[in-house]
């Protein structure tokens, strides 16, 4: 059974930078697509980043207000998928998800990322 656990969120100043990272326990990883999304208070969760399987070449894909700022990354050997994410700003804050899908969605518990100053 696949678990994700995610870590690496917290309180940054705007301008600043955090690295999320989602550790996938379970086999196959690398047959996944994994993601990261978020939900903001009063708000629908929404993809950041995705990527795709080794077998698809682990192409990336960005939503708009993150392009420039954030990068997706997934380690096959350590079966984890990070997410650097530069220059945050308020609109940033939220809870942000690990999501593995191959057939079905997988969902980490989430990671709160706040940007404050």
């Known amino acids: 059974q696949v678990q994700l656990v995610e870590s690496g969120g917290g309180l940054v100043q705007p301008g600043g930078s955090l690295r999320l990272s989602c550790a996938f326990s379970g086999s196959m990883f690398s047959i996944y697509v994994m993601g990261w999304y978020r939900q903001a208070p009063g708000k629908q969760r929404e993809l950041v980043a995705s990527i795709t399987s080794i077998f698809s070449g682990g192409s990336t894909n960005y939503a708009d207000s993150v392009k420039g700022r954030f990068t997706i990354s997934r380690d096959n050997a350590k079966n984890t998928v990070d997410l650097q994410m530069n220059s945050l700003n308020a609109e940033d804050t939220a809870v942000y998800y690990c999501?593995?899908?191959?057939?079905?969605?997988?969902w980490g518990q989430g990671t709160q990322v706040t940007v404050s100053s």
């Open positions: 999501n593995a899908r191959f057939h079905q969605d997988i």
